[in-house]
Nanobody, 125 residues
Framework: QVQLEESGGGTVQAGTFVTLSCVDSGGTVSDYVVGWFRQAPGQAHEFVASISRTGSGTYYTPSVEGRFTISRDNAKHTVYLRMNSVGPEDTAVYYC??????????????????WGQGTQVTVSS
């Protein structure tokens, strides 16, 4: 069973970068599409990016495309989110999630079955 745990969050300066990791301790994440979502205070979950099982396909929300990169290392059961040129608008709790669906263009919360607990990213200006 998929058991996801995010790490890598913290407080970072605007304009710098941060890399989040999502590790599956169950060791089966290679069988799933994985997405990253974020939730700012008082806001709903917002889709950030998703990646296909092999990593050959990726999909981003327009506000992060060109700044963020999603990738995965299935041998390490890990999915990454590299966030470049971060700004205060990127402050949120970031969650990774796994989907059993076959395609990777999955921007909706309901399309994912397994979720991590989240990691806080705070961008200071």
């Amino acid at each position: 069973q998929v058991q996801l745990e995010e790490s890598g969050g913290g407080t970072v300066q605007a304009g710098t970068f941060v890399t989040l990791s999502c590790v599956d301790s169950g060791g089966t994440v290679s069988d799933y599409v994985v997405g990253w979502f974020r939730q700012a205070p008082g806001q709903a979950h917002e889709f950030v990016a998703s990646i296909s099982r092999t990593g050959s396909g990726t999909y981003y929300t327009p506000s992060v495309e060109g700044r963020f990169t999603i990738s995965r290392d299935n041998a390490k059961h890990t999915v990454y989110l590299r966030m470049n040129s971060v700004g205060p608008e990127d402050t949120a709790v970031y969650y990774c999630a796994a989907s059993e669906r076959s395609d990777w263009l999955l921007p909706h919360y309901s399309q994912y079955k397994y979720w991590g607990q989240g990691t806080q990213v705070t961008v200071s200006s």
